[in-house]
């Protein structure tokens, strides 16, 4: 099998997965997060209505980090946005992408503004 579609099929396979235990709960926001090579989209999605309530994006946000760092920052000022919409408790979605780096650096940096998983 080419590398390539090993990597998609492995990364499809873990959405799945993911996607099949957060569509269980409904009563929270669905925080979704789409990863580029340079830069991460952000929303916090009410799957009732079918709604954006929140979002963000790391070319629009002003900052001098890079990487893990400004993945971080980014994860606090979106955390402060969740919180100014009354929102308290989230679930994330990842999208297939694994929990370390940009995306565990995110989701840290939601928790520390107060909000829960």
Not at 34 to 62: C, M, P, W, Y
Request: glycine residues 6%; positive net charge; contains cysteine.
């Amino acid at each position: 099998m080419d590398k390539i579609i090993k990597k998609q099929s492995v990364k499809s396979a873990r959405a799945r997965r993911n996607r099949s235990k957060i569509t269980e709960n409904e009563t929270c926001p669905r925080v979704t997060i789409n990863k580029t090579a340079r830069h991460l989209n952000v929303q916090a999605i009410d799957d009732a209505k079918g709604t954006t309530l929140a979002s963000i994006t790391t070319k629009t946000f002003e900052s001098k980090n890079t990487g893990i760092n400004l993945a971080a920052e980014l994860g606090e000022s979106f955390g402060a946005k969740l919180k100014d919409a009354k929102i308290k408790e989230i679930v994330f979605d990842r999208k297939g992408n694994k929990y370390h780096g940009r995306v565990a650096a995110f989701a840290d940096g939601i928790r520390k503004a107060g909000i829960k998983f």
